[in-house]
């Protein structure tokens, strides 16, 4: 490994002035900000950014970014954030985007991981006026390999696991979206109220809600089991309660006596900006270190009307959101909050607790699956972290790690799938249930069996929607985990070869077809009806 700066290493400049609002086109090319790296990163399609047209661009004078091209923020709160992106497809690109496009000695995705690895945020001299000169980034080493082919067999290897990642990701996402789905099937839009459910004040609903208090703190981990610290509104955002967000408090600051969070608390974060306020969660276990601020709220829910998972999807409903959003007082740009007095006015639909008990149970079992996925996420980024470390540092005997090989187009449209999920992956996918399930959890060649047939079932049910390898299998491990709720068994990488040897069949059969999607710019799978 050789420290080389970035200017032998690519050409080092940055974006230009945006256009003016008006002078964006529904047609065009691409026009990518610092804010839209955020978005781009999770999947976002680059056709989707606002578009310039030839004329604007001329009139701009506005300099086309090659694809291959690694964008980060170099100004702005955008800079600390450390988002590394390289474009698909030509672009024009913001002024306060620092652009690197990789010359003959430089691999594009090694570049981006080196800088994943080595974050430019470094290079920010004063925090608070957060900037980066395009001097310093043309200075800035990072760590290279003398052989090119090495640069790729590390940027492989690490992308592998960045696939694997994102999988597990996507996984957990479609299975969030699994249980919003479920919750519009048994109770409706609960706004509308169209299954006539009986409405309540939310005062009937909750007895009680508290609130915490807030203390400066420290961001950092915890030195010490003495140690205690204050949760951030972030703790909750997610939806899910996030233990590491958190400031550490010198207990010398604490004058009043606080609320430890335990396990069953329903949390509710009553100040936020537009898009993050209201939102909730269930705190998994107890936390004896850390304690609420007085952003955040326990409800105490009267669990005569009201189940706990019930109120916690209902107030995920982005209808229902909204509808709580607007008791919020403050400017649409600043920090808005919600009042205790106003809260407990909410209409809240309560259907029969038994109802309300079903869906509980099977929160209870998705989260059973959700959770070893989580897991494997956790082993999967740790092992990403040591790999990064051990490569960048020379360590790894790159000897034993092949180079990349070419595709087929059908591996591609198989392997390849977008990291977002599809609005018409949304669709209830109903797999057949089998009389040998305990066999099917035994024996991979059973599996094949079962998985196949559910693959017919699939195939059957798309309709014009496109078929994805990852959706057929978050439905078949959900499917697994109703029919055996008690066994902890998880589809793994047998029964992903299965399914990928079965595609290639069915495209050789004409059951399945390929078809390039304009907007995604993709070859997605389809069924061919019959």
């Avoid at 080595?118 to 800035?140: C, E, M, N, R, T």
């Avoid at 005997?397 to 059908?410: A, Y």
Wanted: proline share 5%; glycine share 6%; hydrophobic share 40%.
């Amino acid at each position: 490994m050789k420290q080389t700066p970035l200017s032998q290493l690519a050409i080092v400049s940055a974006g230009q002035a945006a256009p003016k609002d008006d002078e964006f086109s529904d047609h065009g090319i691409p026009f990518v900000r610092a804010g839209s790296l955020d978005s781009l990163l999770s999947g976002k399609s680059e056709s989707d950014l606002e578009l310039v047209s030839d004329e604007t661009a001329k009139l701009r004078k506005l300099k086309t970014y090659p694809k291959g091209t690694i964008l980060f923020a170099k100004s702005g709160m955008s800079a600390t954030k450390d988002r590394i992106y390289v474009l698909d497809n030509p672009a024009y690109v913001v002024s306060h985007l620092a652009t690197l496009i990789p010359n003959g000695s430089a691999h594009a995705d090694y570049l981006r991981l080196a800088l994943k690895r080595f974050p430019p945020s470094v290079l920010i001299k004063d925090p608070a006026y957060p900037a980066i000169s395009l001097g310093d980034i043309q200075s800035y080493e990072i760590p290279v390999p003398e052989q090119r082919d090495d640069q790729i067999r590390i940027a492989h290897l690490l992308g592998k696991v960045e696939e694997l990642i994102a999988q597990r990701k996507q996984y957990l996402q479609q299975l969030d979206n699994l249980l919003k789905s479920v919750f519009l099937e048994m109770f409706g839009d609960p706004v509308r109220n169209e299954k006539g459910w009986d409405i309540h004040p939310c005062e009937k609903a909750v007895f009680d809600i508290s609130s915490g208090t807030s203390y400066g703190g420290e961001d950092r981990a915890f030195a010490s089991p003495d140690e205690v610290g204050v949760l951030k509104i972030s703790a909750v955002t997610k939806g899910t309660f996030d233990p590491t967000e958190f400031k550490v408090v010198n207990p010398a600051q604490i004058t009043k006596a606080v609320r430890f969070v335990k396990r069953g608390d329903f949390l509710f974060s009553r100040a936020n900006t537009v898009e993050l306020v209201a939102a909730c969660c269930i705190v998994p276990h107890d936390y004896n270190q850390l304690f609420l601020p007085d952003k955040l709220w326990v409800l105490t829910l009267n669990t005569e009307f009201i189940n706990a998972q019930f109120f916690n999807y209902l107030l995920k409903n982005e209808r229902y959101r909204d509808v709580v959003r607007s008791l919020a007082s403050g400017g649409h740009d600043s920090m808005l909050n919600i009042s205790m007095k106003k809260f407990m006015t909410i209409d809240v639909p309560c259907p029969p607790v038994r109802i309300q008990k079903n869906f509980s149970a099977v929160v209870e079992k998705i989260d059973g699956i959700k959770s070893r996925y989580q897991q494997s996420l956790t082993d999967l980024e740790a092992l990403y972290g040591a790999l990064s470390q051990q490569a960048f540092k020379g360590e790894l005997d790159l000897s034993r790690v092949p180079m990349p090989g070419i595709q087929t187009e059908e591996e591609k449209s198989v392997a390849a799938e977008p990291l977002h999920t599809p609005a018409e992956q949304g669709l209830a996918i109903n797999l057949p249930d089998t009389d040998n399930l305990l066999a099917v959890l035994e024996s991979a060649e059973a599996r094949e069996g079962l998985i196949s047939q559910w693959l017919e079932a699939y195939c059957g049910q798309l309709g014009n929607a496109p078929f994805s390898v990852q959706h057929l299998m978050a439905a078949a491990q959900t499917r697994l985990a109703e029919l055996h709720p008690d066994n902890d068994f998880v589809l793994g990488a047998h029964d992903y070869e299965h399914i990928k040897a079965w595609v290639f069949e069915a495209l050789a059969a004409g059951t399945l077809s390929q078809a390039f999607d304009d907007a995604g710019n993709r070859i997605q799978l389809k069924a061919v009806q019959a």
